[in-house]
């Protein structure tokens, strides 16, 4: 079973990835993992870090002859930013004098209730891990999981469909939304460059305003065959784990599949994905065709072989130039809340963290439904799998 945890706080010395249950003899594009981690770091609205950062995996174990190996993948991301905090957020006890105490918790960020959950006098060990520097190793992991999928003809990509009050309101064919990831200035990752426009002056509005701004960020699965997940018990529907784990990423508090939210206030003749055959082969596997796909490729918790559709609602980020009220940990007063530094916005690069995500489930449910320790069984059992649904 593929698996995968992170370790590692965001003024700490280094980010790590533990990526296991890959079959081996995947080949291994260390170029394409650092450009998932630069990808990751882009975008209008991000903050000062990342004028510091230059993320870049040093991958430690699993890989060997640009290859892995089916042990485990150990990788290590380092904090630039670590120099600054060496000392003041040392290993060993260090100088209590020169600890930088979050004294006043900020409102939408997990400061409070993770100081009163660990009983912390201070906010400063909630945001080192709460922070979403965390995702750097979920990227990391996630571009692993993706060149595993690429063995099967299987990608992932995103855009952004919204930022604060500004929506694309044209349709993105796959290979528009793909071809973003390939640019080398990021913008807010819309396939529509009037609208990119419109939300860049949403994002200056904030920024001019010390405030912040959210958006909506879309994963497309494409080449996926119908048969993943399942429907028979509900911790195997691939919409429900791909749900938590995009509902898992920081400052995500909505996700949809397909069309949910408008098919909420809709009726089933219109919102239900009407089942074609086409009178000929196509490049599909199977001949079974959808005229749309507000499913977002996912019937009863089992992929149906249209491309998967995910989306996720991204509130505005909680560290406010201008602060919000709030109340001073140790004496109690009504104060602002803590501010060091922030984004403004990172609904494409929350775009990103959301494609590891999801390429680390469907990699999952892949492995889950193919099998096979070697890159080599796995292609031939999902072969066969094809196969058997081409002459359904
Ligand atoms: C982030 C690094 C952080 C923030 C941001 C994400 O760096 P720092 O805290 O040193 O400024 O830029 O963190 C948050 C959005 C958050 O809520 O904590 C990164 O690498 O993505």
């Avoid at 290590?76 to 020169?98: F, M």
């Avoid at 059992?381 to 058997?388: K, P, V």
Wanted: charged share 25%; with cysteine.
């Amino acid at each position: 079973m593929i698996r995968f945890s992170t370790a590692g706080e965001s003024h700490g010395e280094a980010l790590i990835a533990l990526v296991s249950g890959l079959p081996a003899g995947v080949p291994v594009d260390l170029e394409f993992v650092n450009r998932e981690l630069w990808r990751r770091q882009q975008g209008y609205g991000r903050g000062g870090r990342m004028k510091i950062e230059t993320d870049k995996a040093h991958v430690l174990s699993g890989v060997r002859h640009g290859k892995t190996i089916g042990s485990p993948i150990a990788i290590e991301i380092v904090n630039r930013d670590w120099k600054n905090w060496e000392a003041k957020l040392p290993v060993e006890a260090g100088d209590p004098a020169l600890h930088q105490a979050v004294a006043s918790p900020r409102p939408g960020h997990a400061d409070l209730a993770g100081a009163l959950k660990y009983n912390f006098p201070d906010a400063r060990y909630v945001l080192e891990r709460a922070s979403a520097r965390e995702t750097t190793g979920r990227v990391a992991a996630g571009a692993f999981a993706k060149l595993m999928l690429r063995t099967l003809g299987i990608e992932v990509a995103s855009h952004v469909i919204r930022v604060g009050r500004v929506e694309l309101e044209c349709a993105a064919a796959w290979k528009e939304i793909a071809a973003l990831a390939a640019k080398d200035e990021v913008v807010l990752g819309c396939v529509d460059e009037a609208t990119e426009a419109r939300m860049k002056e949403e994002v200056e509005e904030a920024a001019r305003t010390g405030d912040t701004v959210g958006g909506v960020f879309e994963v497309v699965v494409h080449g996926a065959p119908a048969g993943l997940g399942s429907y028979a018990n509900w911790d195997e529907k691939l919409d429900g784990l791909l749900s938590g784990a995009v509902m898992s990423i920081q400052a995500v508090k909505a996700v949809e599949i397909g069309r949910g939210m408008v098919a909420a206030g809709s009726f089933g003749s219109v919102v239900h994905d009407p089942i074609h055959y086409a009178a000929e082969e196509t490049d599909k596997p199977m001949r079974f065709t959808r005229p749309q796909n507000n499913a977002g490729g996912i019937e009863g918790g089992v992929s149906n072989g249209e491309d998967i559709v995910v989306r996720g609602y991204l509130k505005p980020i909680s560290t406010l130039r201008k602060p919000l009220e709030s109340v001073r940990f140790d004496t109690r007063e009504k104060t602002s809340a803590s501010y060091e530094r922030s984004d403004i916005c990172v609904v494409p690069a929350a775009g990103v963290i959301a494609e590891a995500m999801v390429a680390l489930t469907v990699a999952r449910v892949a492995q889950e439904k193919f099998g096979g320790d070697s890159a080599l069984e796995l292609r031939r059992n999902f072969d066969g799998y094809i196969e058997q649904i081409r002459r359904f």
